[in-house]
């Protein structure tokens, strides 16, 4: 499948630090993420240092455990963060050699934070394949006004 680059941006009330953290922090992260769940919970097990493995995970509307396997490509705090998508977690066992798993990566989710006057703007590029632009193109302008809620509170 061919894959194409989404392209997501918002400018949030907040210095680029407190968006970082508001963005990236579990509880936090849990709340504006449940906009890509149907089940609404989202988290993530590992950290964002550079090179670390993470799993972003979400329980299905049957209660099975799906998901992402990742690594952390790039981390420059505050900054930028590159999110390299590895395979998929199918009721709960990690994937990364089957043909669905190929299907999703290597794949690309990158995470920009610019600042300007007190304000930040978030710029999200994402890697996909055209099945699942649809719902990206949905979940991702109602997350990312969730972050922004959050944030500016």
């Known amino acids: 499948m061919r894959k194409q680059t ?11 630090d407190k968006v970082w953290d508001t963005m990236l922090q579990d509880a936090t992260y849990r709340q504006w993420t449940a906009a890509f ?44 963060v590159s999110i390299e998508h590895l395979g998929v977690v199918q009721d709960g066992h990690e994937d990364t050699t089957s043909e ?14 610019i600042e300007r006057n007190g304000a930040t703007e978030v710029q999200v590029d994402m890697d996909t394949v055209e099945e699942h632009r649809e719902m990206f193109e949905t979940s991702w302008p109602k997350a990312l006004q969730r972050l922004k809620e959050i944030a500016e509170q």
């Open 6 to 16: 989404l392209h997501f941006s918002i400018t949030i009330d907040a210095p680029k």
């Open 37 to 80: 769940n149907p089940s609404g919970s989202s988290w993530y097990e590992g950290d964002w240092t550079q090179g670390s493995k993470i799993l972003f995970l979400g329980a299905g509307e049957n209660g099975e455990l799906g998901g992402m396997v990742s690594r952390i490509k790039e981390a420059r705090p505050h900054d930028f």
């Open 100 to 113: 669905l798993a190929k299907q999703f990566a290597p794949a690309l989710e990158n995470y920009t934070f």
